[in-house]
């Protein structure tokens, strides 16, 4: 299934630090996010460096974080952001987010997590993965399926 991903770049309000605006994103702003319905994966991803290359000029813009939101599909993102828990989310964003540029995009996958290589095998395979618990892999600190651990340990 191919989900429907929006990509933000985040610059803070003037008069909050770097580090205040990441408490803020993080600890206030984040939670509020779980309660968007359709919403079905929310990434984080505070900046903490900048680097320039010397071979391509630089945008120019002072970014302090990157959200990903991901959707099932554009009725999901649609219902999503006509939601009143988003407007709660966007109205909360606005007094901490001084400019925001946001893109749709198209995820094209170059080099696959063993995870997701395992669950197209088995989608391939027709085979149906219990849903137990979830747990948390140590390489990658997201919840994983536990159904998935003898999969992601043969590829």
Known sequence: MDMIKSISLLS???GLSHDQFVHEWMHVHA???????GLRRYVLSPVSAQPG?????????A??????LWYDDAAGMAAALSSPEMKVLRDHGATMIGRVTTC?????EVIALALDVAWRAAEQNHRSLPRPRAFTCTKHPRPVHRGLRREVARH
Request: no cysteine; net charge negative; aromatic share 0%.
């Open 63 to 68: 970014i302090d974080g990157v959200a990903e």
């Open 31 to 37: 939670p509020l996010a779980r309660a968007v319905p």
């Open 12 to 14: 803070r309000r003037e």
């Open 104 to 108: 749709i995009t198209e995820e094209v």
């Open 53 to 61: 290359r010397p071979d391509v000029p630089a945008h120019g813009i």
